[in-house]
């Protein structure tokens, strides 16, 4: 039995002791600054008034936007796991509102290098987190490194995260332009939605997708929905500086209101047939054996 042979068995007996999967959602951009963090954290408190069970991974290992937004530093990251004897249960760091946190850290970098028994280790622990978890929100790193890239092509769906800045719609189309080249990129199995974030008005929302998606179907035909319009609010930027999430610090802001319609946007289109339920064991699989 060959090295790909063994990885499928492993996904395979994951997969049956782990369903339902969980709901895999990639939030990214295509430059930094324009609050795709604080996407990320709010729709997750949105999730948890609307039920759901949610764990945020964050795969920005340069930087640290999600556990300083939380407040909460983890003793532990992925590298724990993979080297070091961890279960996936150690590694999760519990924010507000029981909101689990885990941390990429330096583990994401040596995906590519691992051998079958850390690999079978990773994926079993891996497949735990659809019994913990009924949305896993992935926190990209910002713009169009390799490591973005593996995380995108991985996902079953993807938030592109952009602001009416023109170097932000001009990044967000060339990090769909690097992800359309990508050889492992599926569009048919990809579902692509648009956050359109620090807007002045709905219709300025509205406008920003319009524009990006005219060029983005021109180009690459790529299929892009506009799935939310968060405005720019003052009270938002008072909630990061004060490390909390908009959307516990004063839900009735427009910003948390518009970030409780994103999450009941997406619950509302959860059985959308165009991606499928992977779950997180099968999204890191996805990765290691792309890599091979």
Do not use: C, W
């Not at 782990?18 to 709010?42: D, E, H, Q």
């Not at 080297?83 to 990429?104: A, L, Q, V, W």
């Not at 169009?144 to 993807?158: P, T």
């Amino acid at each position: 039995m060959d090295q790909a042979e063994g990885l499928r068995n492993i996904i395979k007996q994951s997969a049956i002791q782990s369903r339902p999967a969980a709901r895999v959602i990639t939030v990214t951009s295509g430059k930094g600054g324009v609050g795709k963090s604080n996407v990320s954290i709010n729709l997750a408190v949105q999730f948890r008034r609307l039920g759901k069970k949610v764990i945020i991974f964050d795969a920005d290992f340069g930087m640290a936007n999600i556990e300083v937004m939380f407040g909460a530093i983890p003793k532990h990251n992925l590298a724990d796991l993979i080297y070091h004897g961890k279960n996936i249960r150690e590694i999760i760091t519990m924010g507000p509102m029981d909101i689990g946190f885990i941390s990429g850290g330096s583990g994401i970098a040596s995906l590519s290098n691992l051998g079958k028994d850390y690999i079978d280790y990773l994926i079993k622990n891996l497949a735990e987190l659809d019994l913990l978890a009924d949305v896993i929100i992935i926190d990209t790193g910002a713009g169009i490194s390799d490591a973005v890239l593996e995380f995108l092509v991985a996902s079953g769906e993807i938030l592109l995260v952009t602001t009416p800045e023109p170097t932000s719609i001009t990044d967000s189309y060339s990090l769909l332009k690097a992800l359309n080249r990508h050889p492992k990129f599926d569009r048919n199995n990809t579902a692509i939605k648009v956050v359109a974030n620090k807007v002045g008005s709905f219709d300025e929302g509205r406008q920003l997708y319009t524009k990006l998606n005219a060029v983005v179907n021109r180009y690459l035909k790529i299929p892009l929905m506009l799935i939310g319009v968060i405005p720019e609010d003052h009270e938002l930027v008072k909630a990061v500086m004060q490390q909390m999430p908009i959307s516990i610090q004063n839900p009735n802001a427009k910003a948390a209101q518009a970030f409780n319609d994103l999450a009941t946007a997406l619950a509302t289109n959860a059985t959308d047939p165009v991606y499928h339920k992977r779950g997180m064991s099968g999204f890191f699989a996805s990765m290691i054996r792309g890599n091979r």
